[in-house]
């Protein structure tokens, strides 16, 4: 079996494949599929559709048939329960003969690292007692909040993958987005995925609805006050 992965930063080049791989592991480590090297868009404001069937087209040929694509973009300003829909419709549309997922990181990728940001502690120059902001996935700028803690900086090539290999997975599930991603690797692959850990209002991650199973919107396990822009489609 191939899997295909169209991302859209340089980071995500390698540390996307490493994340599939490290899911894999954990819950089917006999199942060895092939994955190929993933094609990077430039995702711009907005969505070019011309580019988004050019790299659909491109990844179909490449898995074959039988093959599986999985697509990982950044939200920036847009609203997740909103892009990732067209951009599956439109995928689908135009290969309905190829098994695609399209999973939209609020915000961006790197807020999943600061959902278990705990788990990162000491590493690579963040502090040892490093603890993840409120609501981390309506960060604006999640590179920079990293970037901000590191010595060095931040450096999306180098850190990603490394942060890939070693962040919580269980503690960035609480976030939609995360859950997201594991639930559709479970679904491109067909092995059960473990229920999702309750959320934990004392650390501000709040399940926002928008990422839920497909169809559905997730619950809200609590009330939650608008802020003058909601990141999220309201269930």
């Not at 006999?30 to 491109?58: D, S």
């Not at 961006?108 to 990162?120: D, G, I, N, Q, V």
């Not at 060095?152 to 997201?180: C, L, V």
């Amino acid at each position: 079996m191939k899997l295909g992965l169209i991302v859209e930063g340089h980071g995500e080049v390698q540390a996307a494949p490493l994340l599939v791989r490290r899911l894999l592991r954990e819950w089917a480590p006999a199942l060895q599929p092939t994955l190929l090297p993933p094609h990077r868009v430039a995702r711009g404001q907005p969505v070019k559709e011309e580019e988004f069937r050019r790299a659909i087209e491109f990844m179909a040929r490449k898995v074959g048939e039988g093959g599986r694509i999985l697509v990982l973009l950044d939200a920036d300003d847009d609203l997740p329960c909103q892009l990732g829909p067209r951009l599956l419709e439109c995928a689908k549309r135009h290969r309905p003969d190829r098994t695609i997922s399209i999973v939209i990181a609020a915000r961006e990728y790197e807020a999943w690292f600061l959902a278990s940001a705990e788990s990162l502690q000491g590493y690579r120059g963040l502090p040892a007692e490093l603890s993840a902001p409120p609501a981390p996935e309506t960060v604006r700028n999640a590179k920079g909040w990293l970037d901000k803690h590191m010595p060095d900086g931040y450096q999306e090539t180098i850190d990603q993958p490394a942060f890939t290999n070693r962040f919580d997975m269980t503690a960035a599930r609480r976030m939609d987005s995360f859950d997201k991603f594991v639930r559709e690797v479970g679904h491109l692959f067909g092995i059960p995925v473990p229920p999702r850990p309750p959320s934990d209002r004392s650390r501000g991650v709040q399940r926002l609805s928008g990422q839920g199973p497909a169809g559905t919107p997730s619950p809200r396990p609590w009330p939650r006050r608008p802020g003058p822009r909601e990141e999220y489609c309201s269930g």
